[in-house]
């Protein structure tokens, strides 16, 4: 079974094919341009998509000596995400489903983040916890099948990756800035760190709030003069990391608790995170499941993966623009 993933949902082109569940080619094409704005500009995310949709797909066909023709499923990531940039990716699959009458599947982008697990932890039983933590999105699912999920609890305002991204801008760092935060917090080796709050969130027992710690951040940052903030980078990034990280781990524990599931799959481009998967292992020993780095950010394999399972199920849709956060 040959399928092939597409992934345009923001700033990464990505397309991977999928061989019998093993992944042939997963070539994510990240479209740094944004950079020089601090962060994802919709309608140059779009064009850029249609720049290289074509190419990339025709290179992977190629290497793998194979023709559109040899295809037996196309997924799409169809929602949640930039609407002209999913259009981009949709109207392509859309293009090979009519010229080659191959079937085509639309796949939620956070169903492709909780499927990424699956490719290299195949022993990963159902039900499981997967907590999503990327640039768009933070959530808490049960998770008791493919296509099978419960939201237990999601970010009311910024993601964890945008709280990353956000503080990365008022440091100094480029966009994305998850990774340099990353770096600089494992330059700091003392173990004291300064007390950046984590608002309480009253609508849902299992909900996140990363927007106070924003606010604390720079309040702290314009309280300190250039001087302190150089010599003490490490210990910031260390300091705001550590607060993401606690909030992140207190509410899986809880929903853990709650739910009685201690299987759990840590997902999305925040999941890259050294000591966000450390703390996580240490909260449930070992019990944690995530993807190497390259299928935590976002790709096409991940979204491969998902349609595939879909199909198997006979749960194969067109691609339909929704609301986002549907999932
Ligand atoms: O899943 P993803 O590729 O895109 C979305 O679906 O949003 O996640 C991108 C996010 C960015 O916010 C980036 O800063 C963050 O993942 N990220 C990290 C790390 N690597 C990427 N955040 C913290 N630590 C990292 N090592
Ligand atoms: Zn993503």
């Not at 998770?143 to 970010?155: A, I, K, N, S, W």
């Not at 801008?169 to 998850?178: E, H, Q, R, V």
């Not at 709650?258 to 240490?282: E, H, P, S, Y």
């Amino acid at each position: 079974m040959r399928v092939l993933g597409l992934e345009t949902s923001c700033d990464e082109t990505s397309i991977a094919l999928l061989v019998d569940e093993t992944i042939v080619a997963n070539t994510v094409y990240t479209q740094d341009i944004h950079a020089a704005f601090g962060g994802v500009v919709p309608e140059i995310a779009s064009r850029a998509h249609l720049q290289k949709i074509d190419r990339l797909c025709s290179a992977i066909l190629l290497e793998n000596g194979l023709t559109p023709r040899d295809l037996d499923l196309i997924a799409v990531t169809d929602s949640p995400g930039l609407a002209g940039a999913l259009l981009v990716g949709i109207s392509f699959a859309l293009g090979l489903h009519c010229s080659y009458s191959l079937p085509i599947t639309g796949v939620n982008h956070l169903e492709g983040h909780i499927a990424s697990v699956m490719l290299e932890h195949t022993n990963l039983d159902f039900p499981f916890l997967a907590l999503v933590v990327s640039g768009g999105h933070t959530a808490i699912y049960r998770v008791d099948d493919f296509g099978v999920y419960e939201r237990l609890g999601r970010t009311i305002d910024d993601a964890a990756g945008e709280a990353f991204d956000k503080i990365g801008k008022l440091l100094g760092f480029s966009y994305p800035s998850g990774r340099d935060i990353e770096k600089q917090a494992a330059l700091h080796t003392a173990g004291e760190s300064i007390r950046f709050p984590v608002a309480r969130v009253s609508t849902g027992e299992f909900d996140f709030s990363f927007s106070g710690l924003k606010t604390a951040v720079k309040y702290f940052l314009n309280d300190h003069d250039a001087g302190y903030k150089r010599e003490n980078m490490p210990l910031i990034c260390h300091s705001f990391q550590k607060a993401v990280t606690d909030s992140l781990v207190k509410n899986i524990a809880s929903a853990a608790t709650a739910t009685g599931l201690q299987r759990i799959a840590l997902v999305g481009g925040v999941a890259c995170n050294n000591f966000l998967r450390r703390k996580m292992q240490d909260a449930f020993a070992g019990n944690v499941y995530f993807p190497s780095p390259g299928l935590c950010t976002d790709n096409g394999a991940m979204i491969a993966k998902a349609g595939y399972e879909n199909f198997k199920r006979k749960k194969c849709r067109f691609p339909v623009m929704r609301p986002s956060g549907a999932l």
